[in-house]
């Protein structure tokens, strides 16, 4: 069984939402409840970044490109931490994946979930220019 459990991911358009949820369920609470939890992601080409943590003791961190969007929460009776995306972006695409922290500084990492944003078109006006 794996360490970190990953789902939520998904394609959405642009304005949308998703809710990524990892559990951990070979991680002892205690353990789970002085890690510090993190979310991060990976931009196609671009480098896995920082997305959202919380430290032991509930204060939060939120990269600047997602803040009042995105919002990180845990579960610690189900050992489970997740990821509310609001007002999906196309710049929000990539694999997201869940980072469990401990305080010596020791990483488990998540499988990685998928999470693709397309940009919303209009549904289209016709112009016509007559001689």
């Known amino acids: 069984q794996a360490q970190l459990v990953e789902s939520g991911g998904g394609s959405v358009q642009a304005g949308g939402s998703l809710r990524l949820s990892c559990k951990a369920p070979r991680t002892i609470l205690s353990t789970f409840i002085s890690n510090t939890l993190g979310w991060y992601r990976q931009g196609p080409g671009k480098e896995r970044e920082l997305v959202a943590r919380i430290i032991p003791g509930g204060s939060t961190n939120y990269a600047d490109s997602v803040k009042g969007r995105f919002t990180i929460s845990k579960d610690n009776t189900r050992k489970t931490i997740y990821l509310q995306m609001d007002d999906l972006k196309p710049e929000d695409t990539g694999v997201y994946y869940c980072?469990?922290?401990?305080?010596?500084?020791?990483?488990?990492w998540g499988q990685g979930t998928q999470v693709t944003v397309s940009a919303k078109w209009g549904q289209g006006t016709q112009v016509t220019v007559s001689s």
């Open positions: 980072n469990h922290r401990t305080p010596s500084g020791n990483d488990k």
